[in-house]
């Protein structure tokens, strides 16, 4: 990582999350109101393990909408879009 956050992201950060990210981290997105929406993680730990989420989704709000779609049968209705569509999935392995 090559920012530290900055001591106010910090606390907002944890408070979103209920914890002390782990590992190096800073913010990658902020919403209208300015708070950070996304943290950008170090894909190593402190100790050495990998961490594969690279990108974390800290807005209650956002968080709690997004479970609610997973909840709905969303990514598996996406997934079935893109495995019947393949121009629209090789638009999605080039925005990946």
């Given amino acids: 990582m090559t920012r530290e956050p ?7 950060v944890a408070a979103q999350l209920g914890r002390e990210p782990r590992g190096e981290w800073r913010t ?4 209208r109101h300015g708070f950070p929406q996304t943290i950008v993680t170090a894909p190593v730990l402190p100790d ?5 989420t690279l990108y974390w989704l800290t807005c209650p709000f956002l968080a709690e909408e997004t479970a ?9 209705a996406w997934a079935r879009r893109l495995a019947a569509d393949p121009a629209l999935a090789a638009r999605m392995r080039a925005a990946d």
């Fill in 48 to 52: 050495g393990a990998p961490f594969p």
């Fill in 6 to 12: 900055h001591p106010s992201d910090r606390a907002v």
């Fill in 68 to 76: 609610r779609a997973e909840s709905a049968g969303e990514v598996a």
């Fill in 28 to 31: 990658g997105v902020r919403c």
